[in-house]
């Protein structure tokens, strides 16, 4: 089981940006970040937690949800185990704890995540 840990997060305005970050440890002989599609979700209070975006193993595949497309971007570098959330243009219903997930399926890490961080929260106010 990887552990995750999740950074980045704060209090921004409406319309400024954040950069998320999601470290990954624990791996197993032969096993590395490069095996493993990362997701991002996002839980409000009194909401059911929802999908943001994910990147595939290698990074050639990405997506987003639609709610975040044109602001968010997702990333990642291997060789420092770290996955990446740019988000800009930040708006008020962003506002939400976000978890990284990982998974060695692309579809059950893009949907119901897998490995799972402690998160961090994000407020969006001003």
């Known amino acids: 089981q990887l552990q995750l840990v999740e950074s980045g997060g704060g209090l921004v305005q409406p319309g400024g940006s954040l950069r998320l970050s999601c470290a990954a440890s624990?791996?197993?002989?032969?096993?590395?970040?490069?095996?493993?599609?990362i997701s991002w979700f996002r839980q409000a209070p009194g909401k059911e937690r929802e999908g943001v975006s994910c990147?595939?193993?290698?990074?050639?595949?990405?997506s987003y949800a639609d709610s975040v497309k044109g602001r968010f971007t997702i990333s990642r570098d291997n060789a420092k185990n770290t996955v990446y959330l740019q988000m800009n243009s930040l708006k008020p219903e962003d506002t939400a704890r976000y978890y990284c997930?990982?998974?060695?399926?692309?579809?059950?890490?893009?949907?119901?995540?897998?490995?799972w961080g402690q998160g961090t929260q994000v407020t969006v106010s001003s």
């Open positions: 997930a990982a998974d060695r399926s692309y579809t059950r890490a893009c949907t119901v995540g897998g490995d």
């Open positions: 624990g791996f197993t002989l032969n096993s590395y970040l490069n095996s493993y599609t």
């Open positions: 990147i595939s193993s290698t990074g050639a595949g990405t």
